[in-house]
């Protein structure tokens, strides 16, 4: 990376290849809350679909408020389906229902049949806007 990553702006991360959008992960995965903050709002401006690399691993992060980030972001570039298990897992098991959510329509955006099986799943979440979101993506798969 030219840019130390600490100081990266969204301009500087469109032009990234999908190994440093990988590299940055690593990086990020293990920087204080207010820097991981700081590059998820730079990561929300991106329109490069490498940075998808990056968002996978913002899956995983302790801050409730960032998985959702992420996740919107995934659903913004129009899905991951190689990511569609790790996706399926947050909303069938992240404990904050607006992550679920966010998974709900990041899973349905990819219109497999992946996505159609893991919403399915989720039908019966314990919290009615998760419910909401998943039946308006299984009924926009058709």
Same mark, same amino acid.
């Given at each position: 990376?030219?840019? !130390?990553?600490?100081?990266? #702006?969204a &301009?500087? @991360? ?6 440093e ?10 920087? !204080?809350?207010?820097?991981?903050? =700081?590059?998820?709002?730079? %990561? ?10 990056? %968002?996978? +691993? @913002? ?12 996740? #919107?972001? #995934?659903?913004?570039? &129009? /899905? ?7 996706? /399926?897992?947050? @909303?069938? &098991?992240? +404990?904050?229902?607006?992550?679920? *959510?966010? *998974?709900?329509?990041?899973? /349905?955006?990819? =219109? #497999? +049949?992946? *996505? =159609?099986?893991?919403?399915?799943? +989720? ?7 998760? =419910? *909401?979101?998943?039946? /308006?993506?299984l009924?926009? @798969? &058709?």
């Amino acid at each position: 990376m030219r840019t !130390p990553w600490q100081k990266l #702006t969204a &301009g500087d @991360l469109e032009s990234l290849s999908e190994e440093e959008f990988e590299e940055l992960a690593t990086q990020v995965a293990e920087a !204080p809350e207010d820097l991981r903050l =700081r590059v998820m709002a730079e %990561l929300e401006r991106v329109s490069n679909p490498e940075v998808l690399a990056t %968002l996978v +691993a @913002l899956y995983g992060d302790p801050l409730p408020e960032i998985r959702e980030r992420a996740l #919107t972001c #995934t659903y913004r570039l &129009g /899905g991951d389906t190689l990511a569609e298990e790790e996706i /399926g897992a947050l @909303l069938t &098991g992240d +404990a904050v229902p607006a992550v679920r *959510a966010a *998974a709900a329509l990041a899973l /349905g955006v990819t =219109r #497999t +049949a992946t *996505a =159609r099986a893991l919403l399915e799943e +989720a039908l019966e979440d314990e919290d009615a806007d998760v =419910r *909401a979101k998943v039946k /308006g993506q299984l009924q926009l @798969l &058709g």
